[in-house]
């Protein structure tokens, strides 16, 4: 699945996904980012957690 080719980083409240080259981060956030950001507003439903672009 395609979230497997993102390395993921977790500090306190923090997520950081980071792509192993520019084809994935451009196929990330041309075609996922949205998907992403709605996914974890809605697992994270708690305004002290912010989602940063």
Do not use: D, G
Not at 12 to 36: P, W
């Amino acid at each position: 699945m395609w979230i497997r080719l993102l390395k993921k980083i977790f500090n306190k409240s923090t997520l950081v996904l980071y792509a192993s080259n520019k084809f994935i981060l451009e196929l990330i956030n041309n075609k996922y980012i949205n998907n992403i950001h709605s996914s974890l507003k809605y697992y994270f439903n708690n305004k002290k957690n912010k989602i940063k672009n």
